[in-house]
């Protein structure tokens, strides 16, 4: 049975105030980096193991993953001898561009993604099979779906969180160089200002749709909904994820431009909301629950029926919820002079299915005229590792 | 004459210590964003004017632009109605995303690039040929250039900082837009973690080879460096320039994965510094001046003679020295799973010759082989504006 399996919902907290010497815990019953408050900035890769690979060299590579980012997110470097310490005739173990930079609040999160256990021939490469989650399966398709295969997929992947972009640059960075010979990076996403907050404390981020943006998230300290919809149990299905949860990633490409020519009246009706404030449209402020029986003077719904925060709502979806710590991404433009910028959708649940379940009730959402999902992912994050063990220890065990 | 031209230097200085509410002023005797401290994010674009527009299309364009420019800097929207207070039947004027964002010491600075002045074909599209700086010339070619025209050169660039990323991006977004049907978006770049300092208060920050970068730069309290190395000077050429400066950009990729395997010892040869303290490596700390006829045990010259720091210093270069405000860079990942990543060089200076003259003095650079000139581009930086103008006034006068 792998570390923090069963244990107690814990939430990672800071040794001090937010800034830039927050360091949070690596080792404990969840990962750090789902229920912790979303920091500034995003570094995410999604791995491939290289072919004639096997399961040993699959547990060193989590053993020497788990033990850098134990390091990295307490502030210090890759190793002991790190940038300068090692041998001058040696290539350093440790890149060197984080030295004199704070933990930031750097958040490493591993997770497992289907084809780990069984790839596109149906080969079980690892000998994992019998312990794969029933519900980690390649996301369905979805109307509208765009996706590219380059930002797609990936049997391993790594969200990387800290205050500073070098920090979390520098974590992928390092750890792609461990993983060396082993597993080879296969796509990565840099994302910045958050647009999900999971704590309270936070103020509500805007979208780059220049609307607030989770507002009726799952926060870190509702320990009920996070049982609920976040956490795997033991119960649910493969015990070794207890603890753990399923990560969707979505790149959502907004096109920017097309957007920002309708009008506000129109955007308001899309989204549900107004853009200043963030309440809905029936009325009251940002954290107001949304009356969807309200009708205007006219006798119209106040809130269309087909309007964004109408679609995903718990009410309309049989109570389901999810955790969403997403991030906006600009790649710079296209050949239209177009800004290639949008979402980057990382949301955790205790089952794939409230993803799938909530994205196909957006299948009549206004809003998806203005956005195109090109990429896709889909991970088992596994429960936190105990001290001195390593992430995903329960799957070997 | 245009705004600023002769004035007196004048170092931009932050409404408050630096932080969130930082708002630097936008009119003055030159253009924020040169001597300005570095802050942490970066969004640069280059523009290219559309076919048919007229010398009257070209002016309304830099005062609209002035006049959106000069209210984002001190943390207000694009306009008076903004993201929501137009009518709910009209796109609104600003998108939004940095509604309750401060100015986070916001600068936004403007160029003008050779072909403004002379396209191609050597047609003198905008009859502002003859106000042309002689020395803005596209840049010759260089030793190891691998130069991807999708990001070179552009008739206009905009260079956006700020200490938040979407107040960079908010930024360059709302001016593409207002360039609508005059410029469009040639190509465009983010950055990050700044690679210079230009204030002493400032710590020198690290580049993605793990070094110290910007050691010996030029500092905004330097007036007489300024006056010499940075500002153009009535006397120079054309008297609508003084005040101004010339901008080269250099997108530099970094080939991070074989630089990772070099061996320590030999990193620092290259560089001509140590990794650690960022010291000469002729000994002492890191503002220590290097010492190039110092010898090691073995009798060897103590800094190489092709390192870095050696063929850039300026006793080497006849005491030419420039601004340098660069950002590392990180596009995310190359088919081959390695990093896409770098330093977007921006330097000022006097006269573009500066550059050109360290440029080719870097053609025996030991680190050449670690680096790759994929993106350029030259701008002329008129003055800054006086109140109530607009950047660039003095060409057309």
């Known amino acids: 049975m792998g570390a923090g399996a069963g244990a107690a919902v814990a939430t990672a907290t800071a040794q001090s105030a937010q800034g830039a010497a927050s360091a949070y815990p690596f080792f404990g019953a969840h990962q750090a980096g789902i229920t912790t408050p ?11 193991m290289m072919a004639r690979t096997t399961l040993d060299d699959l547990v060193e590579l989590l ?39 704070a933990a930031n609040g750097l958040t490493i999160t591993f997770g497992f993604g289907p084809t780990l256990f069984e790839d596109a021939d149906g080969t079980d490469r690892y000998g994992l099979a019998a312990r794969r989650p029933t ?26 969180c ?11 960075r390092n750890l792609s160089r461990i993983a060396f010979g082993r597993a080879r990076l296969r796509w990565s996403q840099l994302g910045y200002g958050k647009t999900s907050r999971t ?7 805007r979208n780059l749709f220049g609307f607030k943006d989770g507002t009726a998230n799952i926060l870190a300290d509702d320990a009920a909904a996070l049982d609920e919809h976040v956490w795997a149990a033991a119960s649910d299905d493969q015990a070794w994820m207890a603890g753990g949860s399923f990560l969707v990633a979505r790149k959502i490409a907004m096109l ?10 129109e955007q308001e009706r899309i989204t549900g909301r107004d853009k200043g404030e963030g309440a809905p449209l029936s009325g009251g402020v940002e954290a107001t629950d949304p009356d969807f029986a309200a009708t205007d003077a006219a006798g119209a719904a106040a809130i269309d029926a087909h309007s964004h925060v109408r679609l995903v709502h718990p009410d309309f979806n049989g109570g389901v919820r999810i ?7 600009v790649d710079g433009n296209n050949a239209l002079g177009r800004l290639d ?10 089952s794939p299915e409230q993803f799938i379940g909530l994205q196909r009730a957006l299948s009549t959402d206004l809003m998806a005229e203005y956005v195109r999902h090109v990429g896709s992912g889909i991970w088992a994050i596994p429960p936190g590792a105990s001290t001195g063990s390593y992430v995903g220890a329960g799957l070997f065990t």
């Open 63 to 101: 053993q020497d993953w788990s033990y850098a980012a134990s390091r990295m997110t307490q502030g210090l470097e890759v190793s002991a001898t790190g940038a300068v310490g090692g041998s001058p005739e040696a290539p350093p173990d440790d890149t060197g561009e984080a030295q004199g930079l």
């Open 341 to 350: 910028a949008g979402l980057f959708f990382l949301a955790y649940q205790r």
């Open 199 to 205: 704590s309270a404390d936070q103020q509500t981020p």
């Open 323 to 329: 955790l969403r710590r997403g991030y906006n991404y």
């Open 135 to 160: 519900a980690l399966q390649p996301l369905p398709a979805f109307l509208g779906d765009d996706l590219d295969p380059n930002t797609t997929g990936g049997d391993l992947c790594i969200q990387a």
């Open 162 to 172: 800290a205050d500073d972009p070098q920090v979390a640059v520098h974590a992928i």
């Open 38 to 48: 979303v920091q500034d900035h995003l570094h995410f890769a999604s791995f491939d």
């Open 256 to 265: 920017i431009e097309t957007w920002d020519r309708v009008r506000l009246a």
